[in-house]
């Protein structure tokens, strides 16, 4: 069992911290708030979460929050640690230090994840991984703690173009149920019967179906929020942009996740943005 250091403890990195503490390994955390966590031991501060981890995992909110936190771990002695970064940010922030987190002594890889904190905790959620061979085949030891769905996708930051992929295409399925959930409901097709029907078929997906009782208001339990979509977004679209890429679906779902944020949505569950395109209000 190793000794796991996570740095950032909103709702996945507490969901990461208490998944591998269950799973035998010693876990503290720390975060840039000095916020603790119940549940997971705290370090006083990141030197010294560093000198009691074999791995530092970072799930931390944005670009900036991912830059000040590497900076500072350059300046640390990181011999024979690794760094695992499941923050979704876009990927030179990584690439471009590699060659000091080489220096101080470590491996890195990125490791977006693809699934909220439940998935985390049950053990069932996707990790796509990029880095060198070594570093990530180390990695998979250690995060075979969190998920058996753990993929090496290619270099350093080919994981989180494979988050924007993946999570690209759970956005593109949220336009179409914006364009269509106002149909049904038009139409005096009740909200429940056609998610289930969608669910059912073809056409379904797991994430709709997992999240019927949260968008029919049974299950308030909020797994990740339409502000953390919106960000994630954000991201998406500047990767896409660093390869000359468009990315309209992304631009649409940006524009429809910012109406609903608008609507005083931002901190509820994804399923709260089904319910509002059901009554015709996502699209401008």
């Not at 060659?99 to 994840?113: C, F, K, L």
């Not at 998920?147 to 988050?163: D, Q, Y």
């Not at 990315?247 to 949505?265: H, N, Q, R, T």
Request: include cysteine; glycine fraction near 12%; charged fraction near 20%.
């Amino acid at each position: 069992m190793e000794r796991i250091g996570v740095v950032g403890l909103g709702r996945m990195g507490s969901a990461i911290a208490r998944r591998m503490s269950a799973m035998g390994h010693s876990v503290q955390g720390w975060t840039r708030s000095g916020r603790a966590v119940a549940g997971v031991d705290s370090a006083p501060d990141l030197r010294s979460l560093v000198e009691r981890s074999d791995t530092l995992i970072l799930s931390l909110f944005d670009d900036a929050a991912v830059s000040e936190v590497l900076e500072a771990l350059i300046g640390c002695d990181l011999t024979g640690r690794q760094i695992i970064d499941t923050s979704t940010v876009v990927p030179d922030i990584l690439k471009t230090r590699m060659e000091a987190i080489r220096a101080a002594g470590a491996t890195a890889v990125d490791a977006p994840i693809s699934g909220g904190p439940d998935l985390v905790m049950a053990g069932k959620c996707g990790i796509f991984m990029g880095g060198e061979e070594a570093a990530a085949a180390r990695a998979q030891d250690t995060l075979a703690s969190l998920s058996s769905r753990i993929f090496h996708v290619g270099p350093l930051g080919a994981g989180l173009a494979m988050k924007v992929i993946n999570n690209g295409m759970i956005q593109t399925y949220f336009n179409g149920l914006a364009d269509f959930m106002p149909l049904a409901k038009r139409a005096g097709l009740p909200l429940e019967t056609a998610l289930k029907i969608l669910s059912g078929g073809p056409a379904g997906m797991p994430m709709v179906a997992d999240r019927i009782p949260k968008v029919l208001g049974q299950d308030k339990e909020i797994g990740f929020t339409i502000n953390a979509t919106y960000k994630d977004a954000d991201v998406f679209r500047r990767v896409m942009q660093s390869f000359d890429l468009p990315s309209p679906m992304l631009d649409s779902f940006a524009e429809m996740s910012g109406g609903a944020i608008e609507a005083g949505l931002g901190e509820d569950d994804p399923a709260a943005f089904i319910r509002f395109a059901y009554e015709g209000d996502a699209k401008p």
